[in-house]
Every structure is written in structure tokens, then in C-alpha cells.
């Protein structure tokens, strides 16, 4: 019988330290950042190293793209998401508490690379006037900066290209002309295709 007792208690120990903390998820990554991304569906959310979730699900990360892993992360603090505003899709960041830190604003950006990101943004300038149609004639640019986690712009990147904004919603953002080479050092690729590279 105290054999029997012994036994109970020493199962009912072990037990009582499991303790199941979500279920039911369709993925889950490894740690990064002190935050494990989880999907359920079409959304995704944040579990801290004790399992709590901290960022609640939704459905505007930006997924990274490349072969190795396809799930939202933190970099230098801040994860990239993207919404949908004024039939176009922009971006910003949020930091590991789920909090925008940099409205969406920009048409595309970068995740973070030893606290900066490259960002495009959209910059219109007035170049005459249609009297037919009583309109402002504009020329639209695409231009690169490189921002700091913050937002601030450290760099204007010097390679503007003529833009037309697509007459759809596309998913598909400008691609960049400008990639960090060091945690210094950015290249910059110019309208004749070479290569400026630039000290920040």
C-alpha cells in the first residue's frame, strides 16, 4: 500500500509540470528575438519563451520570401507589415510588443539590417496644368532612403526612377535598386546599371 502511495504521488508530480499552453496551431517557427511566430489560418502571432501570446493574431505581416522560411520575424526589434490603403498596399513596422512604430507609408521596405532598413517611397511633383481637364499634370518618382528603427531617414539613396503607379491592387511591391553589402555599406545600383557604393 505505501508502495502504491509512493507511486501515485511521484506520477501525479510529473504530471502537474506539463502544462499544455496552446494547441491547435497550423505552424510554428523557431525562437528568434526572444518571439516564436505561430500561424493559425491565414494569420499569424507571437508566443514569448514561456508561451504566452504576446502579439495576437493578424493577417498583415509581410511573409520573407525566401526558400528557407516563410513566416514573419523580428529584426533589430521590428517586424515588417503591410496594409491596404487607398487601393494600394504600403508598409511599416511594428516592435515586439505589437505596436506600429512606423506607419504603413512607404511602397515597399526592407526588413532591418543592423538597425536600418532601405524603404521606397512614392514623391509626386507638379509639372504643369491640363486646362481641357482642369488637372494638375504630375511626374511621379520612386525613390530610396535608408531609415533607422525609429523611421528617421539616415540616407537619401540618389537613384530616383520614373514610376506609374498600377492602375490594380497588385501584392507585388517596386523592387529595390539598392541592397546593404556591410553593416556600413550600401550599393546602389544607378539607371545605367553600375554600381555606386556609399559609406552611412
Known amino acids: 500500500m505505501k508502495n502504491l502511495l509512493i507511486l501515485i504521488m511521484c506520477l501525479s508530480t510529473q504530471l502537474v509540470g506539463f502544462a499544455q499552453v496552446i494547441s491547435n496551431i497550423d505552424e510554428v517557427t523557431q525562437v528568434n528575438e526572444d518571439l516564436i511566430a505561430i500561424r493559425n489560418g491565414n494569420q499569424w502571432g507571437f508566443l514569448n519563451e514561456e508561451g504566452l501570446l504576446v502579439i495576437d493574431y493578424r493577417d498583415d505581416f509581410v511573409l520573407n520570401n525566401d ?50 532598413a532601405i524603404i521606397s517611397k512614392l514623391l509626386k511633383e507638379k509639372i504643369g496644368f491640363n486646362e481641357v481637364l482642369k ?20 540616407l537619401y539613396l540618389e537613384n530616383p ?40
Open 161 to 200: 526612377r520614373n514610376y506609374i503607379p498600377p492602375t490594380a491592387i497588385s501584392k507585388i511591391p517596386p523592387k529595390f535598386y539598392s541592397k546593404f553589402i556591410a553593416p556600413h555599406l550600401i550599393a546602389v545600383m544607378k539607371k545605367d546599371e553600375k554600381w555606386d557604393i556609399y559609406k552611412f
Open 67 to 116: 526558400e528557407v522560411k516563410s513566416y514573419p520575424f523580428f529584426k533589430d526589434g521590428r517586424c515588417l507589415i503591410r496594409k491596404l490603403i487607398d487601393n494600394e498596399y504600403l508598409y511599416g513596422f511594428i516592435n515586439t510588443a505589437g505596436n506600429e512604430v512606423i506607419v504603413p507609408q512607404y511602397l515597399n521596405a526592407s526588413t532591418f539590417y543592423n538597425g536600418y
Open 135 to 154: 488637372k494638375d499634370i504630375t511626374s511621379s518618382k520612386l525613390e530610396e532612403f535608408i531609415i533607422d528603427t525609429q523611421g528617421k531617414i539616415v
